[in-house]
């Protein structure tokens, strides 16, 4: 589903790569956590496969694309394929919780019937039914995330891919997002997750792939955060 | 593409940003208004040549006394005409040229008969002219009016002729003035074009600001770049065309409440030709093309240049 061979990625601005030489491969299903501090290179991993950057050396591939040589008007493609989730939420304040999730879908031009079948199914998925008319700033930070999630999800993406989902929720709140991952991921969706949570990894026991000044320093099938430290 | 999303969100783009909008709108509608006024000159030097170049003429003025001694009406009597050697070596000579295509004689008698047609309604000025006072001429149609110049080399000099008058020069001169409004027009237009370019740049690089949001998710998602960029080109574009229809409607009004009433002597006179409110429609499309054109440039442009996809 993912694989990343010997990927590198050096920004104009500094001088130590990104990601350094970088081999990481994820089957179709897995739900795995990217670990590391600030600056380990997350980010750009995540940012590789959504290709909103193109890798200084090596291949990226997601799905059945090549992601650092395909033209550019494929990359919508690719991108139908992903959904994303981010720490911040990213919803859009002046629409509802329904809107919110349609807006994927108009934007991506798919006809009105379809979505209106396929929003309240997905708000049911993620818990929200009944709240399709709430706007975002009348919801709870975990509603919100639900939101965002639905919205990625909507589309029935191959993979999720979450950048700190639970980074701006109590603890409590994360844990009911992190179910809702699971949910999702039991449906056969690749979820990639990067975190700086400790006790989340830790309960969870799935794949974690721990990133240290751009290298891969660790690769555990079912991983805790805290190993070897 | 669905297009109910795309309307909605031109419109909420222009609404969101009224000011700006309306800076926009109205530059481009100064800007195509000045262009249209320039067309329209255009259009009018057109008809000014047709109608003027029809009656140019060059004419040659015979000296004094071959016009006297080629005189239709001595003392009340009929006289000879066109007889004398010098006249007539003159008349075959200019009816031979290859560039002229007709040639007539008019004698003093004849000048002092169409002088008084002209300033009947000026009697004091009859009074004082005498048919002696003029010289007889022939009255010479060229066959390209653009080369009158060249009759006016040849026979200025001969013997019998005093001068050689070139209606053209003057006309040159006239139609110089109008080249010069219409160029000055399209200097303005040019300059007001430049505003409104860099207007529509400004207003999609803030109004691509502010919806940064929407773009950045909808990019996520996998939008296409139309769907992304085309409500930001459309926004442009509608601005420019509403710009287009006020311009033209600003034509409309200067000429119905200006141009009309300060040209109404020289029109009926018959020395001006009437603008007509056709050349304005006959204009307008241009004026359409050229905002949907401009506005859909620049704006693709800014795109380009200062939006990320």
Known sequence: ?????????????????????????????????????????????????????????????????????????????????????????????????????????????????????????????????????????????GEQQRVAIARAFVNRPLMLLADEPTGNLDPDTSQDIMLLLERINRTGTTVLMATHDHSIVDSMRRRVVELSLGRVIRDDARGVYGVGR | MRASFVISEVITGLRRNVTMTVAMILTTAISLGLLGGGLLVVRMIDKMSVIYNDKVEVTVYLTKDVSAENDTLVNGKAGPGCSTQECTALRTQLENDPAVESVVFESRAQAYKRFQEIFAAQPELLKLARQESLPASFQVKTKDPNRSDVIKQTYSGKPGVDTVGDQADFLKRFFGLLNGIRNATFAIALIQAVAALLLISNTIQVSAFTRRTEVGIMRLVGATRWYTQLPFLLEAVVAGVVGAILGTLGLFGAKAWFLDKVLAGPISAGIMPPIDSLDVILVSPWLLLSAIVISAFTGYVTLRLYVRH
């Open chain 1, 1 to 141: 589903m993912i694989r990343l061979e010997h990927v590198s990625k050096t920004y104009k601005s500094s001088a130590r790569p990104a990601l350094d030489n970088v081999d990481v491969e994820v089957d179709k299903g897995e739900f795995v956590f990217l670990i590391g501090p600030s600056g380990s290179g997350k980010s750009t991993f995540l940012r590789l496969l959504l290709r909103e950057e193109i890798p200084s050396k090596g291949r990226v591939y997601v799905a059945n694309f090549d992601v650092a040589r395909m033209a550019r008007r494929r990359v919508p493609r690719l991108r139908q394929s992903i959904g994303c989730v981010f720490q911040d939420f990213r919803l859009l304040a002046n629409k509802t919780v329904a809107e919110n999730v349609a807006f994927a879908l108009e934007v991506i031009g798919k006809p009105r019937p379809t979505i209106k079948k396929v929003v309240p199914e997905v708000l049911e998925l993620v818990g929200l039914d009944g709240k399709a008319n709430r706007m975002p700033n009348e919801l709870s930070g």
